[in-house]
């Protein structure tokens, strides 16, 4: 019976889990939960964090925090404080996707916590969430951090101009420096933290200058200012040239009126963008394959193509196919994106997905409201921040963040979409 018991309950690797919470209450709650063997041990959050360094010798140390919704503000400051004092510590949200306490979890995303421990889960899933990070690389800080840092690039190539590409990749970037920010779980504190560079949203699609019209932005610093100034982009030169968006996007496009044509290669420009921002979205839309630089397909990490149910887009989707093979980056970083889906409007997104052999990454509904606000200078978060639209970009902006993505539970989707609608920021 020992020995059954033992197989079915693996003795778990050494492991030291501190818990960080403002009351002791959680580490009792918590501890019901652990695989046998598995202990916490607590801190107050209000503690100093000088004790970790005797903690964490020998054993492989894993850090707690307490993500339910009255504590997710002041998890979130100790989160920030540890990752500049100990980047090589895992940390681990702790909280629920209870309707009542998902706000807490949303403010783990935004601070870029990959892995999450949901109390309402089972004890073999919080163990599979506590191995996963405890086996985890993490970097260690004797290492600079430029050294180690590479963001996430991904290509948002509309196969047609007029796909809706660049007001997907505004809407997009926006939502995803929003869960990249840190700050309180419900936004109510009366000093904003400063905007991180989360997500920047590079506008290379024509016409030129469509995203800084959504956005509603007017840019002193462009592209080919950037390129002439590759070599000295850094944090401060893209806090104090590049413009950011009221909910601390940044951006940096081509000036309106600004012609079409090949390009100039942005290869090491774009290497050091990735050593600045976590995500770097590049918006392609219009542009002919042709006329991309050949080292953005290449080093690119996904290659997500905007289409909509028309027959002539479908056209051109295949011949984009076509291109990106012959230039040997159809891969599988490409993947679909339908965008303004209607249920009676030709093919669905599925047909089409397995009519062109591609993983069809997200469907995108028609919204007449999207428009609407566009022709106002608006977002559609502005206007509508519960519209099924917006809720439809969830797959794409977990997929933006592999690990994230992997770490959030299939089921926990739809609770973060609707959470995601009440996102707020400042217009002024």
Not at 229 to 248: K, S, Y
Request: hydrophobic share 45%; proline share 7%.
């Amino acid at each position: 019976m020992s020995a059954s018991l033992q197989l079915l309950h693996p003795t778990p690797p050494p492991m030291n889990l501190v818990l960080y919470a403002p009351a002791r209450d959680l580490a009792t709650l918590l501890e019901a939960r652990l695989p046998v063997g598995m202990r916490v041990q607590w801190q107050d959050s209000a503690a100093p964090i000088d004790a970790l360094d005797a903690q964490r010798r020998g054993t492989p140390c894993v850090i707690l925090l307490d993500y339910r919704r009255e504590a997710a503000g002041l998890s979130s400051e100790l989160a920030r404080h540890l990752q500049r004092s100990h980047p090589d510590l895992p940390l681990v949200a702790v909280g629920s996707t209870a309707p009542d306490q998902v706000d807490g979890i949303v403010a783990a995303v935004r601070m870029g916590l990959r892995d999450i421990l949901d109390l309402e889960s089972t004890t073999s899933d919080i163990d599979a969430v506590l191995r996963r990070a405890g086996a985890a690389p993490h970097p260690v800080r004797s290492v600079p951090a430029d050294a180690v840092h590479k963001a996430r690039l991904v290509l948002l190539l509309g196969v047609r101009a007029g796909v809706g590409s660049s007001t997907l990749a505004a809407h997009l970037g926006v939502l995803a420096q929003q869960l990249g920010h840190p700050g309180a779980a419900d936004g109510s504190s009366a000093e904003p933290p400063p905007p991180s560079n989360a997500t920047l949203l590079l506008d290379l699609g024509q016409p030129a200058g469509d995203a800084a019209l959504y956005l509603n932005l007017d840019s002193q610093f462009h592209y080919d200012d950037a390129l002439r100034n590759a070599n000295r982009i850094d944090a401060t030169l893209v806090r104090t040239a590049m413009t950011r968006h009221p909910g601390g996007l940044t951006l940096l496009g081509q000036p309106a009126g600004s012609e079409g044509g090949l390009i100039a290669d942005p290869a090491v420009l774009v290497q050091r963008l990735r050593g600045v921002f976590e995500t770097v979205l590049c918006d392609l839309g219009g542009v002919p394959v042709r006329q991309v630089p050949r080292s953005l397909l290449n080093s690119a990490d996904e290659i997500w193509l905007v289409a909509d149910q028309a027959i002539s887009t479908l056209v051109s989707l295949d011949q984009v196919l076509k291109q990106l093979d012959a230039l040997g980056v159809r891969d599988a970083r490409v993947q679909l994106v339908v965008n303004r889906h209607e249920e009676d409007g030709g093919l669905s997104p599925a047909q089409i997905a397995a009519r062109f052999s591609l993983p069809l990454l997200a469907t995108l509904p028609d919204c007449h409201r999207l428009r609407a606000s566009a022709n106002h200078g608006h977002l559609l978060l502005q206007d509508a921040p519960r519209d099924p639209y917006l809720r439809a970009l969830t797959p794409l902006l977990l997929h933006l963040d592999e690990a994230a993505a992997r770490a959030l539970p299939r089921s926990w989707r739809e609770k973060i979409a609707l959470a995601l609608g009440g996102l707020q920021w400042k217009s002024k």
